[in-house]
Every structure is written in structure tokens, then in C-alpha cells.
């Protein structure tokens, strides 16, 4: 184990400069993860009911205060599948130097632990840069922390780097590389991942419906869990949908397309339909709460406008509103940021494939349209269903409160559906370097 971290260090310490997008990917999670849970650690730290001159008085009550640390911590989950991406992607020669590993004996978990641990002397200094960076913000506001808070500054400060090392060996726990430079994945069938997700959502949407429905389960508000069992139960769905509509439009297209980009596509997610699903389910999560959050949103200003607040009693409800809303903003460039990433990450592992194609005559942009097919052919079904699930749940809430039914928020997977186009373009440019011919030497 130490010669493992020993080895990990020297590899951070001498990664080329091809590989710098990797590593400033990998410290950017870092530092974001590290901003949310300092955040959240300085928020609970506060004991009581105070009076903070900021947000509206939405910090001044323990239960408030509560809420905005959950909040917080959630969005520590997006952050930690970006920074899973992150360890799955490779420049062109991360993969020969874990050959050149395998070649001198190590085995694929040893290899596996050195990328881990690799990213764990990454995800360590974007901490403390992180660290750095709040400790200033600190002393500009003029606030001083208990010792509580301090100490968990500290524990953030070591957490996170050992969080990501072991969400690091998660995620490379099916990638096996071979001393002839051979890098692939193996795994159990998704597909039934993702129909235990949905059993386990249709559970707790069960138990939920029967505590709202009895008695009993008024006092314990389970309506809140109601929500949260169809949100689940939605994206867990979203997530089967995507792999499911991959493999079946790859099976479909590969007999009857006549485009060469389709064709590349239709081949690529019949090969592996689930990669897409494992990509976008953050981001299909998201979407879901999106859309309910922007109904929500719209039914409670124009009820709360209906009983007639005053603007200084209003603004305390909008303050909570906005911010919840720059909460799922985030948590969506989060998803798009790991979006981008994964598309980045499947070209890089398929770079001997694109060569070959690119040296057969296969125009570039060929290569780039069947690139952004594989994104656009399995999401497209997904946001759909992830956006009825959202509209559901604002549906719901307004048949609650008894108030109007916006339209906006059907616009948000629209919205998100352009923006996940955009996000793997940005991996264009990628394409255009692993495809080039010169990468046959190595074959």
C-alpha cells in the first residue's frame, strides 16, 4: 500500500502537459466539494436562534439553518459523480503508462489504487486551495468561527480528498488495463441496477402515499416524502429509459440507417447502451428537480401575492426561493461539467477506433455528428420522462395550495436538453486530436 501511494505521488508529480485538463478538472470538483461542506459546516456550527444580517433572516432559526445544510450536502453528490468522471478520463498516455504498470507486474487493483490515489493528491491540494480561499472570505466579512467550526474545517479539509479517492476506486472498480495498452470495462448488467433504483422508489412512493393517505401520517408531513419517492421513482426510470432506448435504437439503426454519422453512433450504443445512462444520471435527477422547483416556485410567489404580504415579509420567502434556486442551478452545471466529461472520457478510451475510421477516409465531421448522436438519440426519451415526472410534482403542489398551473416550467428540458448539446460539444476539439492517424503506432 505505501509503494502504491509512493508510486501515485511521483506519477502527480510528473504528469505531462497533455494532461493538464484532467488535473484542473479533477482540482476544480475538489475545490467546489470543498466550498459546499465548509459552507454547511460554518452554517451548523451557529447554535441557537441569532440574528444574522443576511438572506432576509433566512440564517436566524435553527430549523431554517437546517434546511440550508441539507441543501448544501446535497449538492455534494453531483460534485462527487464529476469528480468520478474525472478519474475515469485518461489522456492518451495515462492509458499506456497503467500498461507500462501492468508490464512491470502490477495487478489491476494495484493499478486502480494508484489512479485513486493519484487523484487523491489532486483532489488535496484543490482543498486547501479551497480552505484558503473561505479562510479569506472569512476575515473579509469580519466573521470569526467557534473552535467547533474550525475543527470541522479540518476534517473537511482531510475528507475530501479521502472521499474522492474512494469514489475514484468506485468508479474505476470495472476498468481493467493490459500490458499491451488494452484498456476496457466489465461489469454486471446495468439494467438491473436500474430496475432495483426503480423497485426501491416504487417503495418508498408506496409508503409514502399510504402515510399521506391514512391519519396517522398527517402529523409527520409525508408529502414531503411523496415528492421525494416520485422523484426518485422518475429518475430511476429516466435512467432505465436511457439505456433501454440506446440499445434498442442501436439495434435498429445498425440495420437501417443510411447516414455514416448514424451509423457510428447506432453501432457505438449498441455496444455499450448503458454507458449513457451512467453519464446522465445526474443529470436527469436534476432535471426532475428543476422542473418541479420552477412550477413550485411560480404556484407559491402567486399564491403568496394573492394573500397579499408585504414586500419586507415577502422577501424573506423569495430570499429561501432564490437561493434554492442557485442550488439546482449549480447542481445542473455540476451534471453538465460531468456530461462533458464522460463524452471526453468515451472518446479518449475509443481514440485506436476513431484513428482507424479517420485513416479509412472518415471525414471529421462525420466523426464529430456521430459523437453528438450518442449524446442526443438516448437523452432525448429520458428528459422527456424526467420532465413529465417533474411536471407531476408541481402539478400535485398546486392542486395542494389550490393555486395556478404555470407553463414555464415545460421549457426546462428543452432548456437542459440544448445545454446537454452544448456540453459535449466542448469535446470536439478532443476528437479531433484522439482521432488523428498518427495514434495507429501505437496499435
Known amino acids: 500500500m505505501k509503494d502504491d501511494i509512493r508510486i501515485a505521488w511521483i506519477l502527480a508529480r510528473g504528469s505531462?502537459?497533455?494532461?493538464?485538463?484532467?488535473?484542473?478538472?479533477?482540482?476544480?470538483?475538489?475545490?467546489?466539494?470543498?466550498?459546499?461542506?465548509?459552507?454547511a459546516a460554518t452554517i451548523a456550527a451557529v447554535q441557537g436562534q441569532v440574528s444574522i444580517p443576511y438572506a432576509h433572516g433566512l440564517f436566524d432559526q435553527p430549523g431554517q439553518r437546517a434546511g440550508v445544510v441539507f441543501a448544501l450536502v446535497l449538492l455534494l453528490a453531483p460534485v462527487l459523480g464529476f469528480l468520478g468522471q474525472c478519474s475515469r478520463v485518461g489522456a492518451v498516455?495515462?492509458?499506456?503508462?497503467?500498461?507500462?504498470?501492468?508490464?512491470?507486474?502490477?495487478?489491476?487493483?494495484?493499478?486502480?489504487?494508484?489512479?485513486?490515489?493519484?487523484?487523491?493528491?489532486?483532489?488535496?491540494?484543490?482543498?486547501?486551495?479551497?480552505?484558503?480561499?473561505?479562510?479569506?472570505?472569512?476575515?473579509?466579512?469580519?466573521?470569526t468561527p467557534p473552535p467547533v467550526a474550525w475543527a470541522g474545517f479540518v476534517v473537511v479539509v482531510l475528507a475530501v480528498p479521502v472521499v474522492a479517492a474512494l469514489v475514484s476506486v468506485f468508479a474505476l472498480r470495472h476498468v481493467v488495463a493490459s500490458p499491451l495498452d488494452h484498456v476496457r470495462r466489465t461489469g454486471p448488467d446495468r439494467g438491473r441496477r436500474a430496475a432495483l433504483a426503480s423497485l426501491l422508489a416504487v417503495g418508498l412512493f408506496a409508503a409514502a402515499a399510504l402515510l399521506h393517505l391514512s391519519s396517522a401520517g398527517?402529523?409527520?408531513?409525508?408529502?414531503?416524502?411523496?415528492?421525494?419517492?416520485?422523484?426518485?421513482?422518475?429518475?430511476?426510470?429516466?435512467?432505465?429509459?436511457?439505456?433501454?432506448?440506446a440499445a434498442f435504437m442501436g439495434r435498429r439503426l445498425t440495420l437501417r440507417a443510411k447516414s455514416p454519422a448514424v451509423l457510428i453512433a447506432a453501432s457505438r450504443l449498441a455496444h455499450d447502451p448503458w454507458a449513457a445512462a451512467r453519464t446522465h444520471a445526474a443529470l436527469l435527477l436534476v432535471t426532475v428537480v428543476g422542473v418541479g422547483f420552477v412550477g413550485v416556485r411560480g404556484v407559491l410567489l402567486e399564491a403568496l401575492g394573492e394573500v397579499g404580504y408585504q414586500p419586507r415579509n415577502l422577501a424573506f420567502y423569495t430570499t429561501g426561493i432564490d437561493l434554492a434556486g442557485a442550488a439546482v442551478l449549480v447542481a445542473l452545471a455540476i451534471s453538465l461539467c460531468g456530461l462533458a466529461v464522460g463524452t471526453a472520457e468515451s472518446l479518449a478510451t475509443r481514440r485506436r477506433g476513431l484513428a482507424a475510421q479517420a485513416a479509412a477516409g472518415v471525414p471529421h465531421g462525420v466523426l464529430a455528428r456521430a459523437a453528438l448522436l450518442e449524446t442526443a438519440l438516448p437523452l432525448a426519451p429520458a428528459l422527456l420522462l424526467a420532465g413529465t415526472g417533474g411536471t407531476v410534482v408541481y402539478l400535485s403542489y398546486a392542486m395542494l395550495v389550490g393555486g395556478p398551473v404555470p407553463l414555464l416550467p415545460l421549457l426546462v428540458p428543452v432548456a437542459v436538453y440544448a445545454a446537454c448539446l452544448l456540453a459535449a460539444a466542448t469535446s470536439l476539439p478532443l476528437l479531433r486530436r484522439v482521432s488523428h492517424p498518427a495514434e495507429l503506432r501505437f496499435t
Open 16 to 39: 505531462e502537459r497533455r494532461e493538464w485538463w484532467r488535473i484542473s478538472l479533477t482540482l476544480l470538483g475538489a475545490l467546489t466539494a470543498t466550498g459546499f461542506a465548509l459552507a
Open 93 to 143: 498516455h495515462r492509458h499506456r503508462r497503467m500498461a507500462g504498470m501492468r508490464l512491470a507486474g502490477a495487478t489491476p487493483a494495484q493499478v486502480r489504487r494508484i489512479a485513486a490515489a493519484e487523484s487523491a493528491f489532486v483532489c488535496l491540494a484543490g482543498s486547501m486551495a479551497g480552505f484558503a480561499a473561505f479562510a479569506v472570505l472569512l476575515a473579509v466579512a469580519g466573521h
Open 218 to 245: 398527517r402529523g409527520v408531513k409525508p408529502f414531503v416524502l411523496l415528492v421525494l419517492g416520485l422523484v426518485l421513482l422518475t429518475g430511476a426510470g429516466a435512467i432505465w429509459v436511457t439505456g433501454a432506448f
